[in-house]
């Protein structure tokens, strides 16, 4: 079962170019990164950097120190219905913690197949608006608000 705490972390290169996703098990479905923890007291950073990993083939600890930020900022959001299988019986909500990464405008990305099918750099606020569920575009523009 799913453990309904997950992640989002918002990848960006300098010129403030955003990496969406195409979720493969919903066509025209963009995001972010996202994950669950894999434990109720897996630590928020390394499920982060796990979920990054698995999703795009970036190594976190490869990067120069500080590139994953915490945003400390949290929601909750109601788990859509056709997705509460995965979790407890009863479980129908999910709070997700929001961290950024930065990562050289060279950076390579390879996705996971069995996860998502194509991804895109775009500016922020088009990327912000191509995200399918509103709450990943607030994240994103939470993050250039604040820089």
């Known amino acids: 079962m799913k453990i309904p705490i997950s992640i989002l972390v918002v990848i960006y290169k300098s010129n403030r170019d955003v990496l969406l996703i195409e979720r493969a ?11 669950s923890l894999d434990a109720p007291d897996e630590d928020l950073a390394y499920a982060a950097t796990r979920e ?5 083939g970036i190594a976190i600890d490869q990067l120069p120190g500080g590139a994953l930020c915490n945003m400390h900022h949290q929601i909750e959001y109601e788990i859509y219905p056709e997705w509460r299988f995965r979790y407890a019986p009863g479980v129908t909500r999910n709070t997700e913690h929001w961290f950024a990464l930065q990562v050289p405008d060279s950076i390579q990305v390879k996705l996971s197949p069995r996860e998502h099918v194509a991804y895109e750099w775009l500016p922020f606020e088009e990327a912000a608006k191509k995200c399918f569920s509103r709450s990943n575009g607030e994240a994103i523009l939470k993050l250039f608000s604040a820089n």
């Not at 098990?25 to 994950?35: E, K, L």
């Open 52 to 56: 990054v990993f698995e999703e795009t």
């Open 25 to 35: 098990d919903r066509a025209g479905f963009w995001q972010s990164v996202t994950g």
